[in-house]
């Protein structure tokens, strides 16, 4: 079974930015696609967004379209979460996750 890691998240001011890595202990299949959630205290986890990992396609929540790309890079099987005009209600423990199984998370806060 894929293990995934996050890192990258930290604390930003808000209008800041990030980019979080997601890598993948083996070659991802190229049926899967991999994604990135989220999950704020007190709220449940929620799409952000999705990357085909084989034909490039990618999907994003409202909220963070226009703010966030996803992309991968193959060859080290990781996926990225560019995180651009970051805002306060982006702070959340982010997860990735492919063919259900999630990473452990990484922590990203929005304030000044």
């Known amino acids: 079974q894929v293990q995934l890691v996050e890192s990258g998240g930290g604390l930003v001011q808000p209008g800041g930015s990030l980019r979080l890595s997601c890598a993948a202990s083996?070659?991802?299949?190229?049926?899967?696609?991999m994604g990135w959630y989220r999950q704020a205290p007190g709220k449940e986890r929620e799409f952000v967004a999705t990357?085909?990992?084989?034909?490039?396609?990618?999907y994003y929540a409202d909220s963070v379209k226009g703010r966030f790309t996803i992309s991968r890079d193959n060859a080290k099987n990781t996926v990225y979460l560019q995180m651009n005009s970051l805002k306060p209600e982006d702070t959340a423990v982010y997860y990735c996750?492919?063919?259900?199984?999630w990473g452990q998370g990484t922590q990203v806060t929005v304030s000044s």
């Open positions: 083996r070659s991802i299949s190229i049926f899967y696609a």
């Open positions: 990357l085909s990992w084989s034909g490039g396609s990618t």
């Open positions: 996750n492919t063919g259900g199984t």
